[in-house]
């Protein structure tokens, strides 16, 4: 390999199957935050979501054939498959439970849908930017029928031994406990950090959900495009 060819190779590069398109693909990255550069060249997905797509298919046979509904997608992986699909965003200043720009808008801390009406609950990255994950999580086991399940990413801190709260509403002004983060929203605006999660975090996650045990699952595969930082994918059931 000559010189040039040396500074313009990427950082990681192999071919593999994507859960997300359901292909084989080839993967890249060209930095070594593979988090966010981690991408299959054929639908650009990331890690997160293929890693979450992978324990639908393994977890969840026949996923696409039941009622599944993600709160705040920044893509259609699960929209091209499920056949009974809803999806929504929150939006302050809309009313809850109407349409807005094809979105339904909710509030998942307080949402409007009725008792036990999806199989299928996925937040990827949402629960790290509201302020009650404790009545989200309440939230999202209502909605859920008996026997459904709440899948989800969320970033786990390695190094946090007790999740911390980074930011609280107070009559409604946000007050900043820790020095203010923000990730990227699906609207593509910044999103403010409220908590980071710990060592604690599957401890709290059943607490909030009612004492049902968290699953946690991890996995470095590469031949699936499965390789990053806080990749975990979590999973609540509701007891049939």
């Not at 699953?215 to 049939?240: C, M, Q, W, Y």
Request: some cysteine; glycine content about 4%; charged content about 25%.
């Amino acid at each position: 390999m000559d010189r040039d060819s040396a500074v313009h190779a990427p950082f990681l590069e192999n071919t593999g199957y994507c859960h997300c398109c359901r292909s084989e693909v080839t993967f890249r990255s060209e930095s070594d935050w593979l988090r966010d550069n981690y991408f299959c060249l054929n639908c650009h997905s990331i890690p997160r979501n293929r890693h979450l797509h992978m324990v639908l298919d393994a977890k969840f046979p026949g996923w696409e054939n039941t009622d599944v509904h993600e709160c705040s997608p920044v893509n259609d992986f699960t929209a091209r498959y499920a056949k009974r699909y809803t999806r929504s965003v929150y939006e302050p200043e809309v009313e809850p439970g109407s349409m807005c720009n094809g979105f339904r808008c909710e509030n998942v801390e307080a949402m409007t849908f009725p008792d036990e009406s999806f199989d299928l609950f996925l937040t990827e990255d949402v629960l790290e930017h509201v302020f009650r994950p404790d009545l989200a999580i309440a939230e999202i086991m209502r909605v859920l029928r008996a026997g459904g399940a709440h899948v989800f990413t969320a970033p786990k801190h390695k190094w946090i031994t007790h999740t911390r709260q980074c930011a609280q509403l107070v009559d409604g002004e946000v007050k900043h406990l820790y020095e203010p983060q923000y990730h990227l929203a699906a609207n593509g605006g910044p999103s403010l950090v409220t908590w980071e999660y710990g060592y604690d975090f599957e401890l709290l996650l059943s607490e909030w959900a009612g004492n049902i045990p968290v699953e946690t699952h991890r996995l470095l595969d590469r031949s699936k495009g499965i390789d990053a930082e806080f990749n975990e994918v979590f999973v609540i059931r509701k007891p049939a």
